[in-house]
């Protein structure tokens, strides 16, 4: 399976835009229940005025909504983002925790953001369970699971360790594009006969 996927697309990535792990941790806080695009409209307005944990302080929680406003659940997402600038500076000179636990204590941040901020800016080998990433491991029959830990926990035993690094990128963006929640793209797919969901679609005559 992820043979195929590598092959595909040898260098997988994340599709929110960031110059730095800070960059990368605040884009993830204000990704949940929100799009990557809706997301990258709303930093490529930020970044070039706020990019570090003083310079979004310096603008407030007031001054950070005026860019996010366009995002889901920004008056939240505002609060947390200043909340975590703020412990970021008091406790860790200002630079993301390359450390589960320091993550996941910042406001905003759980277990999936800490898990994509791991492998995307620092190059953990960790799987951060999204919607699509569940779905995928579920209708495959990869790493079936009732809850996304235990999605989690299949992924890290079941993936090769020479994919390891990517499998969350591969998993998601299939999830995203291919294997898509109301109609999957079955005919197109590169690792249908893998596959192990009943109910796949046959292509549109």
């Not at 992820?2 to 792990?21: K, Q």
């Not at 204590?105 to 898990?115: D, E, Q, Y």
């Not at 492998?119 to 699509?132: K, L, M, Q, R, S």
Request: net charge positive.
């Amino acid at each position: 399976m992820f043979s195929r996927l590598a092959e595909l697309d040898p260098n997988p990535t994340t599709e929110l835009e960031y110059d730095t792990p800070f960059e990368l941790l605040v884009a993830v806080i204000l990704s949940a229940q929100a799009t990557d695009v809706g997301v990258n409209k709303a930093t490529r307005k930020l970044y070039p005025v706020a990019s570090t944990p003083q310079q979004i302080l310096a603008l407030g929680e007031d001054g950070l909504k005026r860019y996010i406003s366009t995002i889901g659940l920004f008056n939240a997402k505002a609060k947390n983002v200043i909340a975590t600038c703020r412990i970021l500076v008091e406790r860790h000179g200002g630079e993301v925790p390359r450390d589960r636990a320091a993550l996941e204590a910042l406001p905003g941040v759980g277990r999936k953001t800490a898990n994509v901020v791991l492998n995307t800016a620092f190059g953990e080998p960790t799987i951060a369970v999204d919607t699509h990433i569940f779905r995928v491991a579920n209708r495959t029959g990869l790493a079936p699971g009732k809850d996304v830990r235990a999605v989690e926990d299949g992924l890290l035993k079941r993936v090769p360790p020479k994919f390891l690094q990517n499998a969350h990128h591969w998993l998601i963006l299939h999830g995203r594009y291919v294997c898509k929640a109301r109609r999957p793209e079955c005919p197109v797919c590169v690792i249908r006969d893998l596959c192990r969901f009943p109910n796949k679609t046959e292509s549109e005559k």
